[in-house]
């Protein structure tokens, strides 16, 4: 149901997507919402269809079936507000390693038509929202891992989305690095509201409070609150939840492959 | 709320914003260019190598008859000198695009199309932000080959930077186009094969097409049809102040064809991207 509320308009709706690579179904009839202010695990193995659905949500992929929706805005059909409210931090590094972290945030600023002097401000802001400030005349490629990242954050966060995709961004992170980034972006979501969809393979990165979205082989098998989502299967926690619920959904893969 | 209000304003936006963004794209480029000294050097050492061994070299084996637009018999090294210009561009148009499919492996493409400016405004951008960079390579070696001797009139500078913009455009929107057919980065050794020696020797850039037609009518049809010899055409006459109206249509043209066809081909509806298998999850 869509809502005229503004408060109650989900950051992120995606409504009975579906999309296949020739024969090959990656996506089937997955629905989601990520409500505002809200920190959303999309747990799923890879292979799930994780990078497909994050493909369509930046429209990189044409959405052949279903909707998707951000703030209300359809992506098709209204990409330029639908994008100008998201926020990505892609799996691959799209920082460039020869010029300064400042240099990269202002090509970021300006593809979302933000003058320098007003990007100047956006960019102590997030640089200090990131605890990156000393860093900003660094050459990206003198930058560790963890660091690279938390300036990804930065950059996603500049032109002030009110929704944030990350996918897997904690890859090839120490175990530091990763509490570090989740701890940061947990809090920009309670702190400034923002709605955050945090896909990840790693179960232990979501926390009682979270919303879970279960993604396995590209088809919801469960969302809400994580309790809920525990809850109704039963299991103890959401690593049992998580084996419940797919080895149940290979089970019935083979049944009806049979 | 104003958060809603916000959201409905936003989308829309200024023309100076789309400057700004297209600045940001130029100026990207332009500093990535500064820290790759590499490419700029090997992009000038290329026609150097051209103008002052192989040029040398054939300067008594081809005779040169007067053709428009030179006045006098001109040495074969001012002969190739507008081909290697245009050879210059030609490595620099497929240059981006090599960046381009580059930039896909890694996130940088993302980032660009996920702006929320229309996408082709974004390519326009990136298409420009090439050509001013090949148009740059141009005149350092035309400034270098004024030592050699190659002394085209003064106003010929000025009269070549408007045919510069359209060559350079027209062989970056071709680097454009092919980026999008190439799948991966490993396939670009077959650009070399397949599309730029062809275009290069097929051409005016070496030798006059008289000569062509006289030893082979087809190659000389080929080469007539090649719109690299249109760049270099455009690009020779200009430098002699003149303009080559048809090369001129012929490089509008088709810089029209294939900036048309790599924006279908970046549309998320239609090209590469709706068709390419991603098997990551």
Not at chain 1, 82 to 89: D, T, W
Not at chain 2, 64 to 79: C, H, M, Q
Not at chain 2, 233 to 248: D, G, H, K, T
Not at chain 2, 263 to 272: H, T, V
Request: with cysteine.
């Amino acid at each position: 149901m869509k809502s005229f509320d503004p408060a109650q308009i989900p950051a992120l709706e995606v409504d009975r997507v579906s999309h296949r690579y020739g024969a090959r179904v990656a996506l089937d009839a997955v629905s989601l919402t990520v409500r505002q202010s809200s920190f959303t695990v999309l747990l799923g193995l890879n292979g799930a269809g994780k990078s497909t659905l994050f493909s369509l949500i930046t429209r990189l992929y044409a959405i052949r079936s279903g909707h998707i929706r951000i703030f209300g805005h359809d992506v098709a059909s209204e990409p330029g507000a639908a994008l100008s409210q998201l926020g990505v931090v892609f799996q691959s590094r799209a920082l460039d390693i020869d010029i300064s972290v400042r240099q990269n945030l202002m090509y970021h600023a300006a593809l979302h038509g933000i003058g320098s002097r007003r990007a100047d401000e956006l960019i102590a802001q997030v640089l200090d929202r990131v605890a990156m400030t000393d860093r900003s005349l660094d050459r990206v490629g003198n930058l560790s891992i963890g660091q690279m990242r938390r300036i990804e954050i930065a950059r996603a966060l500049l032109h002030m989305p009110r929704l944030l995709l990350l996918d897997e961004p904690t890859v090839g992170l120490d175990i530091k690095a990763r509490a570090d980034i989740l701890d940061h972006v947990r809090r920009l979501s309670t702190e400034q509201g923002i709605g955050v969809l945090w896909a990840t393979h790693l179960i232990d990165e979501a926390k009682a409070g979270d919303d879970v979205v279960v993604l396995h082989k590209g088809t919801v098998l469960a969302q809400g609150a994580l309790d809920d989502v525990v809850g109704q299967a039963g299991a103890g926690d959401l690593g049992g939840t998580f084996n419940r619920l797919t080895a149940a959904a290979d089970r019935r893969e083979v049944e009806s492959a049979a | 709320m104003t958060a809603a209000a916000e959201t409905t304003t936003r989308h829309s936006f200024s023309l100076a914003q789309y400057f700004i963004c297209m600045k940001g794209i130029v100026w990207r480029e332009a500093l990535r260019f500064m820290h790759q000294r590499e490419r700029f050097v090997s992009a000038l050492v290329r026609p150097l190598v051209w103008l002052f061994i192989f040029a040398a070299g054939f300067r008594q084996v081809l005779g040169l008859s007067i053709i428009p637009p030179y006045e006098t018999y001109v040495l074969y090294e001012v002969y190739i000198t507008p081909g290697l210009i245009a050879m210059i561009q030609l490595f620099n148009g497929m240059q981006s695009s090599l960046t381009m499919v580059y930039d896909r492996e890694t996130g940088g493409m993302r980032t660009l199309l996920v702006s929320p400016f229309p996408r082709w405004w974004l390519l326009s951008s990136k298409l420009l932000a090439g050509t001013l960079v090949s148009v740059l390579q141009a005149y350092v070696f035309l400034a270098i080959a004024w030592f050699w001797e190659i002394e085209p009139p003064p106003l010929g500078y000025l009269a070549l930077l408007p045919a510069l913009l359209l060559s350079g455009l027209m062989l970056g929107a071709l680097g454009m186009l092919i980026s999008s057919l190439i799948k991966q980065l490993e396939n670009f050794a077959g650009v070399m094969n397949f599309v730029i020696f062809p275009m290069f020797f097929a051409s005016s850039a070496l030798y006059p097409l008289w000569r062509v037609r006289e030893s082979s009518p087809l190659l000389f049809y080929v080469c007539e049809l090649n719109p690299f010899t249109h760049a270099t055409e455009l690009i020779r006459f200009a430098l002699y102040e003149q303009v080559s109206w048809i090369s001129l249509g012929v490089v509008i043209g088709c810089t029209a064809a294939f900036l048309f066809g790599a924006i279908l081909a970046y549309d998320p509806g239609r090209g590469f991207l709706a068709r390419r298998n991603n098997p990551a999850g």
